[in-house]
């Protein structure tokens, strides 16, 4: 079975700051996917980045990147010069690439970006 | 470009009453999926449809039926509604990764 683990319920930065929210992860699968989403207060779930499990270089998405260590099991979101509309829910979530892709969610870390 | 549509947006419903929420999708996706989210809990899967004409079981499927209506469309059903279903219940689809979300459907069981 497979685990998302996000230890961090709230999180706070400053604005223009760089932020570490962490994940970690369980699974015997030796193919498999990593998520982030974001999720506003409004509500709607936001894909933000992927890292494949055999990818050699760590995903990067604007001012998204993971930071992907496979030995550690860990898969953290860094989010770059943090604005005021990072405010909002994060979600780690993971897959098999072997079978059928159902995602597994973390808990989610609130993020709160202050001016 | 709409991609994941969810209908109603929020419902309120007695205890024991029935209630189907519909997801549409237009971005050709072979699989649809349908989670609740739970304060504290993350997403849970509640059944997933690989492919029209196919559905299954995901983490929490007691008390709901789905229906894959179409490639479009997969409908979830409470037959008899309780109180510990009050959830946001989201649909997602996908060909592939990543998984695309419509803007969830907020259900309130009395």
């Known amino acids: 079975a497979q685990k998302i683990t996000q230890t961090q319920p709230g999180m706070f930065v400053q604005e223009k700051e760089a932020v570490t929210l962490d994940c970690t992860y369980d699974?015997?699968?030796?193919?498999?996917?990593l998520f982030w989403y974001k999720q506003p207060s409004s509500g709607e779930m936001i894909f933000l980045i992927y890292?494949?499990?055999?990818?050699?270089q760590n995903a990067t998405e604007g001012r998204y990147s993971l930071n992907f260590q496979k030995a550690r099991k860990s898969a953290n979101l860094v989010i770059s010069a943090s604005q005021l509309g990072d405010s909002a829910m994060y979600f780690c979530?993971?897959?098999?690439?072997?079978?059928?892709?159902?995602?597994?969610f973390g808990t989610g870390t609130r993020l709160l970006v202050s001016p | 470009n709409a991609g994941v549509t969810q209908t109603p947006k929020f419902q309120v419903l007695k205890t024991g009453q029935s209630m189907t929420l519909q997801c549409a999708q237009d971005m050709n996706h072979n699989s649809m999926y349908w989670y609740r989210q739970d304060p504290g809990m993350g997403l849970r899967l509640i059944y997933y449809?690989?492919?029209?004409?196919?559905?299954d079981k995901g983490e929490v499927p007691n008390g709901y039926n789905v229906s894959r209506l179409n490639k479009r469309e997969f409908s979830l059903r409470l037959e008899s509604a309780a109180p510990s279903q009050t959830s946001v219940y989201f649909c997602?689809?996908?060909?592939?990764?990543?998984?695309?979300f419509g803007d969830g459907t907020r259900l309130s069981i009395l």
């Open positions: 997602a689809s996908s060909e592939a990764q990543p998984q695309h």
């Open positions: 890292q494949g499990s055999y990818d050699q």
């Open positions: 699974t015997s699968d030796p193919s498999y996917g």
């Open positions: 979530a993971m897959n098999s690439n072997t079978g059928f892709q159902k995602l597994v």
């Open positions: 449809s690989a492919s029209e004409g196919t559905t």
